[in-house]
């Protein structure tokens, strides 16, 4: 699939960024990495994710005959308002359960001097693994100790995708990007009705994709070069080794998002 | 705090989280590596057909999508036609109808006339009325006849369209079918291809790296040396063999249904066409033979007007007030049992119609459903390549981790300040991992 239909930031993270040789790097001993699908198979999970399909079943069939007749207005509103109910309980029945694993984290970090916490499936080797010992704070019938001191400072920080997506100029950038590829898609669409054999169709969908690259490289690959110069300065100035989107962080890191949405306004 | 809360939930919730077992700590303390696997899956032997199913799944998006668009403004057109034609049938009805009414009338006045003629009757200026009757009669049997010469021209032609566009729509069904058989065997085989190459680099892999390493000793002699390389090499044309072998055979299969599937699309288009060709021909013929029942009925003769009837019946002999009444009820009874049969006619028309309308509606959806249901197959196959291909990646990482004494290695970091770059290390790794 094209690549600029990833967002800008996961596009940022395939091109050559600032590469330093080994000899500068620092050594890291304080990241540790949690397994989230092996935390949401635990049975407290599992039950609420029942609870929440089963609600939402249910809803779903109440709102679904309520929809019937009602006006486009109407069925919206009955959307909207189906949403802030599923919301609601989501709310009501992960909430007392994300707190404690967010507290048995923290406090699993804590005593293994770990700064930051990230997902399991950014780690390629290595890192400390600390599924099992949050598996077992969860499972106790105890409630798990929040830990005294704040996480130490991180050498690993992190960016707001979304936020940063939502930066006029590179919003801008990706609507127009979006606009030109819906254009593209239909012209393509014409073309490979048109088309009589396999090379002809072969030919519009090279066109097609190279269509595409090149407006992404006109349009799209300025404010990412930008974005990721501002991430690679905002680092630098905070002394970190390291940053990840803000998905994959689960505890602890620093946030750089104000900086880098603050130089590229 | 929330951050952390958000991303259990979404895969509590979801059962999204797709992972790939990280290795064991290379080293408690030492530099953070990290990899753009993305950059690296470039590298990969099997790059090439993750980027053929990329492709095959652009192709049918914009492909798959085009016949479905196509078809949907192919049935909106034929539709569009269908609902013409039942309008022009009505029309039709309506006009041929109101034509046998005349007619009728004409005869039973013609009937009756005679009747009068024959019971000694004779109506004021009958001669004179005669004429005139005759002359319009003629007048309006030609007509009638012109008219329903028009409608037979319209009808002919709008049946020669619609056959046409039949014709076309047909083709592109049998064509896209064969497309999709074709395409489906390729990515079969393509699949195929792939799970060998797998398979063969990780049954090597371990001869393969013990290999390596002995390569990499300074301390080994020029005959070891030359004896480790040419086992290397062996095991790379043993690999090579094999894959290539399995792709001259698949070229040939391929080829093979090539010539099958255009066999069958000559075939089947030669089958459809013949039958759609002469069911056209049927419904002219059907049409032309009812033109010409209809208006092959004798020439309508000059007679008594029927709305005179009434007033010269009152003053008849009761007997033949009755042979003039049942006159009447005998040309009612044919002209309700003729008209029944026109609008029987019409009603079947109708229902063919209805029927050819839903059977569009039908065609239509199961294109899209077709081309829906391999983008989402392909999709998956896609998907399962390339997380074998990120297991391979991730596996040389580890050991180049271990090599380097890196405490942790990351992949797709979206700055990267004081880490150690394996991407381009990796990337060479993998690229000899099949050779």
Redesign the interface.
Known sequence: ??KYRFPI??A???A?????P?A??????D?G?V???A??ALPS?AS??RQ?SEYGQTLNRQFTARAKGASQAQQQKLQQQFQSEMQQK?QQL?GPL??K??VA?ASVASSKNLSV?????????????ITSNVRDLLTSPSDPVPPVATPPPS?VG??DQSAIDNVPKIKTAEQDFATFRQSE?RS???K??AAKTQSD?DA??KD??KALDDEGTKVVKPVLDET?GA??DA??KKG????????M???GGTDITSDVTGSIK | MNRGLALVALCALAACAKTVAPGTAPSSSGPIGYLRIDDVIKHHPLYSQLAQYDQNIDALSLGGTVPHAVAGAEVKKQQAQIAKELQDAANRTRALLDQKQKQYQFREAQAIRQALKAGGVSAPGAGAVATQVTQTAGVQSAEASRGAQRDFAIYQKSLATQNESELSAMQRTITDKANRTYRAEQDRLQAKEAALTLDLANKDAAERLALKTKLSSLALDDTARQDARAKLDALDRSEADAVGAMRNRDTQTLAALQTQLRAQVQADMKAQAATINSRALAKLQNRESDLRRQFAAPAMQSTALTAAKPAAAQNLPPALRDRIAHLHADYQKQFTADAQATIDDFQKTRLDLSRRYAALGGADAAAGGDARDQIASLQRKRDELYDQMVEQIKREATTMAHERGLSVVVSNPVAEIRGVDLTDDVAKDVETLHE
């Open positions: 699939m094209n930031i996961a940022s993270a395939l050559v960024l600032i590469s330093a080994a500068l790097a620092a050594d890291v001993t990241i990495f397994d989230q699908e935390l949401s999970f609420a994710n929440l989501q992960f994300l707190s694993a967010q984290i916490i990230i997902d399991k499936r950014i780690v390629v080797a290595g890192g400390v693994d050498s992190y960016v898609d393509a669409q014409d490979m009705k169709r519009v969908l097609y994709r990721r991430i690679a680092a630098k970190l080794s390291l940053v990840l989107d803000r998905s962080i689960i505890f």
